[in-house]
Each structure stands twice: as C-alpha cells, then as structure tokens.
C-alpha cells in the first residue's frame, strides 16, 4: 500500500505570493491533518480535515487555509507568504478520528520564502 | 490545553547500550494517549510506541518500551540494545480525541558505534 504523499517536495518563492501544497493519504485514510516544522518553534498543528470537513484547526493566522476533497485528498494554501513562514509542511493521515488511531505522516514540503 | 516538554535536547548511546529518552506533559483531559515518534535524518515521521493514558501497563514494542508515571505525567521511553538505525529526533507527543497532536521540542539521539 502506497504511503502518504506530499507534493511538491520542495518550494521556493518570494514575499507577498502564495503557495498551495498538496497531500495524498493512504488509501481507505479519511482524515488527513497538517504540521508546520521549523526550528524555532518546532512542530505545531495547523488543522485536520475528515470527510471534507474541517474538524480542528491550529493557533495560524488566517493566511493559512486548506481543504480536503471527496477522495480524500488534502490541499494547504498559505497566501501573503512571510519570511517566518519558511518551514517543513508535514501531511499525516490516519483512518479514523479516535485519539489513539496511528497518524502516517508524508515525507514533506520543504518550503522556503525568499 | 496540552503542553509536553522534552528536556533533553541532544543524547548519546554507546551502541548495544541502554537509553531512556524523557517526556512531561500537562493535560486537563482525563482521556488522552501518548505517543513517541521518531524522525530519521530522511524527515519521514514514523510512530516508535504508544500508550493509552487509561491503561496502567506500559507499552512495549521490542527493543522499545516506556515508563509511564500518570501521576507524575511522566512518558519517557527506554531504547534497549541500541542500533546505529536508532539514531534520529525523537518527538513526545499527546492528543485527546481527534488527530490533533501536541509535541514536544525532540531529543536528538546519537549513537556511537
């Protein structure tokens, strides 16, 4: 069974744009969620999505958006990008919403604001 | 709120060696799990072990266990026969419902040959 996928591997782009990042979870996963990985504050949970549904979302600013789609498929969109926000965008999936259920976490984008 | 502190920053092990990695966390919630993840220098996060707060034995896999002191929110975990493959950032995590997890700042651990 194919693992958690994150697209693109690695970003880079300026002040000001935006950027969309993408993760595919495991197949049969309906939840997806989202952590941002940087050195100075280390990992922080952005938000989780089920069944398309918005279920918990993290202390970001209101820049930081995301989706999830009918086949479970996950999308982050972080507008007005800011140089703090250069970090490693982590996608995890798991199969339901229990606490105890094991998360599988995606390889990353590695995303750098210039 | 959930707030889970790992104090050790950076750790050494001889390799066949013992370890034990340490983990406090603060939570209101009466049901919660914890979790010891582990991030090789390739960044895929894989899950090491976890522990139901609701059960009093601690959990165990392999070469992997931990010592987990309710009272005292406690969570550390014990690497025995330690494995140059060990080597990694270790993260302490804990969630209440849902898959909104909290973690701790990591300890990276070093293994000597």
């Known amino acids: 069974k194919a693992g958690v996928t994150q697209t693109p591997r690695y970003l880079i782009k300026t002040r000001g744009q935006q950027v969309t990042l993408s993760c595919s979870p495991i197949s049969g996963h309906r939840s997806v969620s989202w952590y941002q990985q940087t050195p100075g504050q280390g990992l922080q949970f952005l938000f989780e999505y089920f069944s398309e549904t918005q279920r918990n979302k993290g202390n970001f600013p209101g820049r930081f958006s995301g989706r999830q789609f009918s086949n479970s498929r996950s999308e982050m969109n972080v507008s007005t990008l800011e140089l703090g926000d250069s970090a490693l965008y982590l996608c995890a999936s798991s199969l339901g919403l229990a606490g105890a259920v094991e998360q599988f976490f995606g390889p990353g984008t590695r995303l750098t604001v210039l | 709120a959930q707030t889970v502190t790992q104090s050790q920053p950076e750790m050494s092990v001889q390799e066949a060696e013992t370890v034990t990695l340490s983990c406090t966390y603060d939570t209101s919630e009466s049901d919660y799990y914890l979790f010891w993840y582990k991030q090789p220098p390739s960044r895929q996060m894989i899950l090491v072990i976890r522990?139901?707060?609701?059960?009093?034995q601690n959990a165990t896999e392999n070469r992997f266990s931990v010592n987990f002191q309710k009272a005292a929110k406690s969570f550390s975990l014990k690497i025995s026969d330690s494995q140059l493959g060990d080597a990694a950032m270790y993260f302490c995590a804990s969630n209440n419902a849902g898959n909104m997890l909290t973690f701790g700042g990591g300890t990276r651990l070093m293994v000597k040959p």
């Open positions: 522990q139901e707060a609701y059960k009093q």
